[in-house]
């Protein structure tokens, strides 16, 4: 009673691609937290949830990352502050600002140099005491 009944029609159940991607990843020695970002991204298209995959990337970079220690993630948000970095000064450079605009353009440099600082110190915080959460292919 209240059982639901299985689609019998779908072979291997609907989600049968996420699941051949999951294992294909495992099979491969991804990087969990790659497994993870995947399976989230499928879950945003499959829900129309737009932007649910970025929070699910900022959450793991914010906890696994930096309360954690791990590097990758660590390194792949440096490489997002430094080409945001390289953005914002092409823009302050090329740009036609007032005063007050400039300003505001210097200090998100400031910003952005030392959120960098800060990753950078991190990662050879890692490097030293760190214990990877992932693991190596090989």
């Given at each position: 009673?209240?059982?639901?009944?299985?689609?019998?029609t779908?072979?291997h159940?609907?989600?049968?691609?996420?699941k051949?991607d999951?294992?294909?990843?495992i099979?491969?020695a991804?990087?969990?937290?790659?497994?993870?970002?995947?399976?989230?991204?499928?879950l945003e298209k499959e829900s129309?949830e737009?932007?649910?995959?970025k929070?699910v990337?900022d959450?793991m970079?914010?906890v696994?990352?930096?309360a954690l220690?791990?590097?990758k993630?660590?390194?792949d948000?440096l490489r997002?502050?430094?080409?945001?970095l390289?953005r914002?000064?092409?823009?302050?450079?090329t740009?036609d600002?007032?005063?007050?605009?400039k300003?505001?353009?210097?200090?998100?440099?400031?910003l952005?140099?030392?959120?960098i600082q800060?990753?950078?110190?991190?990662?050879?915080?890692?490097?030293?005491n760190g214990t990877?959460?992932y693991?190596?292919?090989?």
């Open positions: 009673m209240g059982e639901k009944q299985r689609d019998v779908v072979p159940g609907r989600e049968q691609t996420i051949m999951i294992m294909g990843m099979h491969s991804e990087n969990p937290f790659d497994i993870i970002y995947h399976v989230a991204k499928y129309s737009d932007g649910y995959a929070a990337r959450n970079r914010s696994y990352g930096l220690l791990d590097e993630l660590m390194a948000e997002d502050v430094e080409e945001r390289g914002i000064r092409h823009a302050y450079d740009g600002f007032t005063e007050e605009e300003k505001r353009i210097r200090y998100a440099i400031t952005h140099e030392a959120n800060r990753l950078k110190d991190r990662i050879h915080e890692a490097e030293v990877s959460l693991m190596e292919k090989g």
